[in-house]
Protein backbone atom coordinates (compact mmCIF):
# COMPACT_ATOMS: atom_id res chain seq x y z
CA UNK A 1 0.00 0.00 0.00
CA UNK A 2 1.20 3.00 -1.11
CA UNK A 3 2.04 5.71 1.91
CA UNK A 4 2.09 9.56 1.85
CA UNK A 5 5.85 9.82 1.73
CA UNK A 6 5.78 8.01 -1.55
CA UNK A 7 3.44 10.31 -3.11
CA UNK A 8 5.27 13.16 -1.62
CA UNK A 9 8.83 11.43 -3.47
CA UNK A 10 6.36 10.93 -6.71
CA UNK A 11 4.99 14.03 -7.08
CA UNK A 12 8.18 15.81 -5.77
CA UNK A 13 7.21 18.00 -2.95
CA UNK A 14 7.83 17.42 0.63
CA UNK A 15 4.83 14.98 2.70
CA UNK A 16 3.96 18.04 4.54
CA UNK A 17 2.65 19.65 0.86
CA UNK A 18 0.32 16.39 0.54
CA UNK A 19 -1.14 16.40 3.99
CA UNK A 20 -2.26 20.48 2.76
CA UNK A 21 -3.87 18.95 -0.35
CA UNK A 22 -5.69 16.83 1.55
CA UNK A 23 -6.58 18.33 4.88
CA UNK A 24 -6.20 22.53 3.38
CA UNK A 25 -5.90 22.82 0.03
CA UNK A 26 -6.29 26.28 -0.03
CA UNK A 27 -3.16 26.60 1.12
CA UNK A 28 -1.53 24.62 -1.65
CA UNK A 29 -0.73 26.65 -5.24
CA UNK A 30 -3.49 25.15 -8.17
CA UNK A 31 -0.49 23.45 -9.53
CA UNK A 32 1.41 21.99 -6.76
CA UNK A 33 -2.27 20.10 -5.49
CA UNK A 34 -2.88 19.07 -9.12
CA UNK A 35 0.72 17.23 -9.56
CA UNK A 36 -0.43 15.59 -5.82
CA UNK A 37 -3.65 14.81 -6.79
CA UNK A 38 -2.22 13.22 -9.96
CA UNK A 39 0.31 10.79 -7.89
CA UNK A 40 -2.40 10.02 -5.39
CA UNK A 41 -4.34 8.25 -8.33
CA UNK A 42 -1.33 7.26 -10.17
CA UNK A 43 -0.10 5.08 -6.77
CA UNK A 44 -3.96 4.18 -5.68
CA UNK A 45 -2.74 6.24 -2.97
CA UNK A 46 -6.39 5.56 0.51
CA UNK A 47 -5.88 8.95 2.65
CA UNK A 48 -7.75 7.09 4.97
CA UNK A 49 -5.57 7.45 8.14
CA UNK A 50 -3.47 10.72 7.31
CA UNK A 51 -6.77 12.46 6.95
CA UNK A 52 -7.14 11.35 10.81
CA UNK A 53 -4.19 14.00 11.41
CA UNK A 54 -6.22 16.66 10.41
CA UNK A 55 -9.29 15.61 10.24
CA UNK A 56 -12.68 18.31 10.59
CA UNK A 57 -13.33 19.79 13.78
CA UNK A 58 -10.38 18.48 15.47
CA UNK A 59 -8.14 20.78 17.54
CA UNK A 60 -4.51 21.53 16.76
CA UNK A 61 -2.11 20.34 19.49
CA UNK A 62 1.55 21.03 19.45
CA UNK A 63 4.66 19.40 20.43
CA UNK A 64 6.99 21.21 22.65
CA UNK A 65 10.25 19.43 23.72
CA UNK A 66 12.75 20.57 26.49
CA UNK A 67 16.24 19.84 27.30
CA UNK A 68 15.31 19.88 31.25
CA UNK A 69 12.43 21.48 33.26
CA UNK A 70 14.69 21.10 35.76
CA UNK A 71 15.90 24.18 34.72
CA UNK A 72 13.33 26.68 35.56
CA UNK A 73 14.46 29.25 32.53
CA UNK A 74 12.86 26.08 30.33
CA UNK A 75 9.56 26.33 33.00
CA UNK A 76 9.45 29.64 32.06
CA UNK A 77 9.51 29.33 28.12
CA UNK A 78 6.93 26.65 28.39
CA UNK A 79 4.42 28.61 30.40
CA UNK A 80 4.54 31.49 27.69
CA UNK A 81 4.22 28.95 24.62
CA UNK A 82 1.04 27.45 26.73
CA UNK A 83 -0.28 31.14 27.64
CA UNK A 84 -0.04 31.87 24.13
CA UNK A 85 -1.75 28.79 22.67
CA UNK A 86 -4.21 28.81 24.91
CA UNK A 87 -5.08 32.47 23.56
CA UNK A 88 -5.17 31.29 20.17
CA UNK A 89 -7.31 27.78 21.28
CA UNK A 90 -4.58 25.77 20.70
CA UNK A 91 -3.46 22.31 22.57
CA UNK A 92 0.43 22.26 23.48
CA UNK A 93 1.90 18.94 24.68
CA UNK A 94 5.58 19.27 26.72
CA UNK A 95 7.85 16.82 27.12
CA UNK A 96 10.99 16.60 28.88
CA UNK A 97 14.19 15.16 28.07
CA UNK A 98 16.70 15.57 30.90
CA UNK A 99 19.60 16.64 28.61
CA UNK A 100 19.32 13.26 27.61
CA UNK A 101 19.75 12.58 23.70
CA UNK A 102 18.26 9.27 23.50
CA UNK A 103 15.88 10.08 25.62
CA UNK A 104 14.87 13.30 23.77
CA UNK A 105 14.98 10.76 20.35
CA UNK A 106 11.98 8.22 22.30
CA UNK A 107 10.15 11.54 23.34
CA UNK A 108 9.79 12.81 19.64
CA UNK A 109 8.86 9.66 18.29
CA UNK A 110 5.83 9.47 20.92
CA UNK A 111 4.93 13.16 19.70
CA UNK A 112 4.87 11.68 15.97
CA UNK A 113 2.74 8.99 17.01
CA UNK A 114 0.32 11.01 18.48
CA UNK A 115 -0.34 13.19 15.75
CA UNK A 116 0.74 16.55 16.51
CA UNK A 117 1.03 19.31 14.25
CA UNK A 118 3.78 20.51 14.72
CA UNK A 119 7.14 20.64 17.01
CA UNK A 120 8.69 23.15 19.13
CA UNK A 121 12.01 21.72 20.53
CA UNK A 122 14.99 23.18 22.32
CA UNK A 123 16.88 20.42 21.47
CA UNK A 124 19.63 18.45 23.91
CA UNK A 125 22.80 18.90 21.49
CA UNK A 126 22.15 21.49 18.51
CA UNK A 127 24.32 19.15 16.06
CA UNK A 128 22.51 15.92 16.42
CA UNK A 129 19.80 15.06 13.43
CA UNK A 130 17.10 13.76 15.39
CA UNK A 131 15.02 17.30 15.21
CA UNK A 132 15.95 17.91 11.67
CA UNK A 133 14.82 14.54 10.82
CA UNK A 134 11.18 15.54 11.65
CA UNK A 135 11.49 18.50 8.73
CA UNK A 136 12.76 15.65 6.42
CA UNK A 137 9.40 13.76 7.10
CA UNK A 138 6.79 17.07 6.25
CA UNK A 139 6.44 17.75 10.04
CA UNK A 140 6.28 21.58 10.82
CA UNK A 141 9.18 22.39 12.98
CA UNK A 142 10.62 25.16 14.88
CA UNK A 143 13.85 25.56 17.52
CA UNK A 144 13.49 27.45 20.74
CA UNK A 145 16.80 28.75 22.65
CA UNK A 146 19.09 25.96 21.58
CA UNK A 147 19.64 26.24 17.58
CA UNK A 148 23.03 26.03 15.42
CA UNK A 149 24.45 28.99 13.55
CA UNK A 150 23.17 27.16 9.69
CA UNK A 151 20.12 25.87 10.88
CA UNK A 152 17.83 27.19 7.74
CA UNK A 153 14.42 26.45 9.39
CA UNK A 154 12.78 28.67 11.62
CA UNK A 155 14.17 29.26 15.30
CA UNK A 156 13.50 32.43 18.03
CA UNK A 157 16.22 32.37 20.77
CA UNK A 158 17.96 34.91 22.56
CA UNK A 159 20.92 37.46 21.48
CA UNK A 160 23.66 35.53 23.63
CA UNK A 161 26.21 37.59 21.86
CA UNK A 162 24.58 40.86 22.45
CA UNK A 163 23.75 39.79 26.41
CA UNK A 164 27.74 38.91 26.97
CA UNK A 165 28.34 42.03 25.50
CA UNK A 166 26.58 43.76 28.38
CA UNK A 167 27.71 41.99 31.08
CA UNK A 168 31.43 42.56 29.99
CA UNK A 169 30.67 46.21 29.82
CA UNK A 170 29.11 46.27 33.28
CA UNK A 171 32.42 44.60 34.83
CA UNK A 172 34.41 47.18 32.90
CA UNK A 173 32.49 49.78 34.15
CA UNK A 174 33.08 48.74 37.30
CA UNK A 175 36.53 48.67 36.90
CA UNK A 176 37.40 44.87 36.69
CA UNK A 177 39.99 43.98 34.70
CA UNK A 178 40.66 40.49 36.30
CA UNK A 179 37.67 38.46 35.46
CA UNK A 180 36.68 34.71 34.68
CA UNK A 181 33.71 33.14 32.69
CA UNK A 182 32.49 30.19 34.08
CA UNK A 183 29.95 27.12 32.49
CA UNK A 184 29.38 24.45 30.16
CA UNK A 185 30.61 24.55 26.52
CA UNK A 186 29.07 21.11 25.29
CA UNK A 187 26.30 20.54 23.26
CA UNK A 188 25.49 24.11 22.10
CA UNK A 189 26.65 27.41 20.90
CA UNK A 190 24.94 29.79 23.16
CA UNK A 191 27.98 29.38 25.65
CA UNK A 192 30.07 30.30 23.04
CA UNK A 193 28.00 33.44 21.75
CA UNK A 194 27.62 34.69 25.65
CA UNK A 195 31.92 34.31 26.27
CA UNK A 196 32.77 35.99 22.68
CA UNK A 197 30.22 39.01 23.94
CA UNK A 198 31.85 38.93 27.35
CA UNK A 199 35.24 38.24 25.90
CA UNK A 200 34.93 40.98 23.01
CA UNK A 201 34.02 43.86 25.69
CA UNK A 202 36.71 42.91 27.66
CA UNK A 203 38.99 43.06 24.56
CA UNK A 204 38.52 46.78 24.16
CA UNK A 205 40.49 47.65 27.29
CA UNK A 206 43.35 44.87 26.43
CA UNK A 207 42.38 42.63 28.87
CA UNK A 208 41.10 38.78 28.17
CA UNK A 209 39.23 36.22 30.69
CA UNK A 210 39.83 33.17 32.17
CA UNK A 211 37.58 30.70 31.15
CA UNK A 212 36.82 28.08 33.45
CA UNK A 213 34.29 24.97 32.40
CA UNK A 214 31.94 22.98 34.12
CA UNK A 215 30.17 19.53 32.88
CA UNK A 216 26.62 21.25 33.04
CA UNK A 217 24.21 24.33 33.09
CA UNK A 218 22.98 23.23 36.94
CA UNK A 219 23.42 24.65 40.58
CA UNK A 220 25.66 21.58 42.08
CA UNK A 221 27.99 22.74 38.98
CA UNK A 222 28.36 26.18 40.12
CA UNK A 223 28.58 24.95 43.64
CA UNK A 224 32.06 23.09 41.84
CA UNK A 225 33.48 25.43 39.78
CA UNK A 226 33.27 28.30 43.28
CA UNK A 227 34.91 25.55 45.57
CA UNK A 228 37.53 25.70 42.69
CA UNK A 229 38.22 28.94 43.18
CA UNK A 230 37.81 29.64 46.63
CA UNK A 231 40.69 26.93 47.04
CA UNK A 232 42.79 29.45 44.97
CA UNK A 233 44.99 32.31 47.03
CA UNK A 234 42.91 35.36 47.62
CA UNK A 235 45.30 37.34 45.71
CA UNK A 236 44.75 34.98 43.13
CA UNK A 237 41.07 34.79 42.64
CA UNK A 238 39.52 36.87 39.84
CA UNK A 239 37.32 40.43 40.77
CA UNK A 240 34.73 39.37 39.26
CA UNK A 241 33.00 36.06 37.69
CA UNK A 242 30.23 36.17 35.09
CA UNK A 243 28.22 32.76 34.79
CA UNK A 244 26.95 31.29 32.24
CA UNK A 245 23.13 31.17 33.38
CA UNK A 246 22.00 32.21 36.61
CA UNK A 247 21.41 28.21 38.04
CA UNK A 248 25.49 28.42 37.82
CA UNK A 249 25.38 31.69 39.88
CA UNK A 250 23.28 30.61 42.60
CA UNK A 251 25.92 27.73 42.74
CA UNK A 252 28.53 29.63 42.89
CA UNK A 253 26.88 32.38 45.63
CA UNK A 254 26.81 29.26 47.80
CA UNK A 255 30.53 28.12 47.72
CA UNK A 256 31.15 30.99 48.19
CA UNK A 257 29.17 32.03 51.32
CA UNK A 258 30.42 28.56 52.60
CA UNK A 259 34.27 29.51 51.76
CA UNK A 260 34.00 32.89 53.11
CA UNK A 261 34.55 35.03 49.95
CA UNK A 262 31.96 37.69 50.14
CA UNK A 263 29.87 38.47 47.36
CA UNK A 264 30.39 41.43 46.10
CA UNK A 265 32.95 42.90 48.50
CA UNK A 266 35.47 40.28 47.22
CA UNK A 267 34.23 38.95 43.64
CA UNK A 268 31.49 40.14 42.06
CA UNK A 269 29.01 37.86 40.33
CA UNK A 270 26.92 38.10 36.99
CA UNK A 271 24.77 35.79 35.65
CA UNK A 272 22.40 35.36 32.52
CA UNK A 273 18.53 34.70 32.15
CA UNK A 274 17.35 36.31 35.45
CA UNK A 275 15.02 33.84 36.42
CA UNK A 276 12.33 34.47 39.08
CA UNK A 277 14.20 33.73 42.20
CA UNK A 278 17.10 35.87 40.84
CA UNK A 279 16.06 39.52 42.91
CA UNK A 280 15.56 37.33 45.98
CA UNK A 281 19.21 34.96 46.00
CA UNK A 282 20.88 35.19 49.25
CA UNK A 283 22.91 38.58 47.57
CA UNK A 284 20.38 39.80 45.13
CA UNK A 285 21.83 38.46 41.57
CA UNK A 286 22.89 40.97 38.79
CA UNK A 287 22.10 39.12 35.66
CA UNK A 288 21.47 39.31 32.01
CA UNK A 289 17.70 39.10 31.08
CA UNK A 290 16.29 36.88 29.13
CA UNK A 291 12.84 37.59 27.19
CA UNK A 292 11.84 33.53 28.59
CA UNK A 293 8.04 33.56 27.88
CA UNK A 294 8.29 35.80 24.89
CA UNK A 295 10.52 33.16 23.57
CA UNK A 296 7.78 30.56 23.75
CA UNK A 297 5.03 32.80 22.50
CA UNK A 298 6.96 33.56 19.43
CA UNK A 299 7.50 30.00 18.77
CA UNK A 300 3.82 29.18 18.76
CA UNK A 301 3.04 31.56 16.80
CA UNK A 302 6.02 31.02 14.16
CA UNK A 303 4.58 27.13 14.20
CA UNK A 304 1.07 28.14 13.54
CA UNK A 305 2.49 30.12 11.05
CA UNK A 306 3.89 27.37 9.04
CA UNK A 307 1.38 24.73 9.60
CA UNK A 308 -1.37 27.01 8.23
CA UNK A 309 1.07 28.75 4.99
CA UNK A 310 2.42 25.03 4.01
CA UNK A 311 3.98 25.54 0.54
CA UNK A 312 3.91 29.42 0.87
CA UNK A 313 5.26 29.47 4.37
CA UNK A 314 8.68 31.12 4.67
CA UNK A 315 11.07 30.32 7.22
CA UNK A 316 11.85 33.21 9.70
CA UNK A 317 14.83 33.48 12.23
CA UNK A 318 13.79 35.92 15.23
CA UNK A 319 16.58 37.16 17.86
CA UNK A 320 15.44 38.30 20.64
CA UNK A 321 17.22 41.02 22.90
CA UNK A 322 18.48 40.85 26.30
CA UNK A 323 18.40 43.35 29.01
CA UNK A 324 21.01 43.54 31.97
CA UNK A 325 19.04 43.78 35.17
CA UNK A 326 21.62 45.45 37.84
CA UNK A 327 21.57 44.21 41.55
CA UNK A 328 23.39 44.01 44.89
CA UNK A 329 25.58 40.79 43.43
CA UNK A 330 28.01 42.92 41.06
CA UNK A 331 28.19 46.09 43.58
CA UNK A 332 29.65 49.45 43.26
CA UNK A 333 32.40 50.90 41.58
CA UNK A 334 35.04 50.00 43.49
CA UNK A 335 38.38 52.35 44.61
CA UNK A 336 40.43 49.29 44.56
CA UNK A 337 39.92 48.35 41.33
CA UNK A 338 40.35 51.86 39.96
CA UNK A 339 42.12 52.45 36.58
CA UNK A 340 43.62 55.74 34.65
CA UNK A 341 41.27 57.99 32.98
CA UNK A 342 42.25 56.60 29.63
CA UNK A 343 41.06 53.07 30.67
CA UNK A 344 37.62 53.15 29.92
CA UNK A 345 35.27 50.26 28.81
CA UNK A 346 32.28 51.07 26.17
CA UNK A 347 28.97 52.19 28.22
CA UNK A 348 31.09 52.03 31.18
CA UNK A 349 31.16 55.12 34.41
CA UNK A 350 35.09 54.98 33.99
Known amino acids: MATIKDVARHAGVSAGTVSNVLNRPGYVAAVTRERVLASIADLGFTPTQEARKFRTGRGRTL ?19 EA ?14 GEDATREQHNLDVLVQQRVHGIMIAPVHEEQAQ ?28 DDLAGGGLAGRHLLGLGHRR ?24 AAVGSRPERLATLSWRIDDGREAGAALAARPRDDLPTAVMCINDLIAMGLLIAFAEHGIRVPDDVSVVGFDDLTWAAT ?13 ELGRRAVRMLLDEIDRGETHVHRHELLEPELVVRSSSGAPRDDLAVSAHDVAPGGSR
Not at 191 to 198: K, L, S, V
Open 281 to 293: AMVPLTTVRQPRA
Open 63 to 81: GLAVADLANPFFVDVALGA
Open 179 to 202: VAFVGSFGGTTQADHRFEGFATAL
Open 131 to 158: ADRLDGRGIPLVYVDRVSDGSEGCWVRT
Open 84 to 97: EAKELGVGVVVIHN
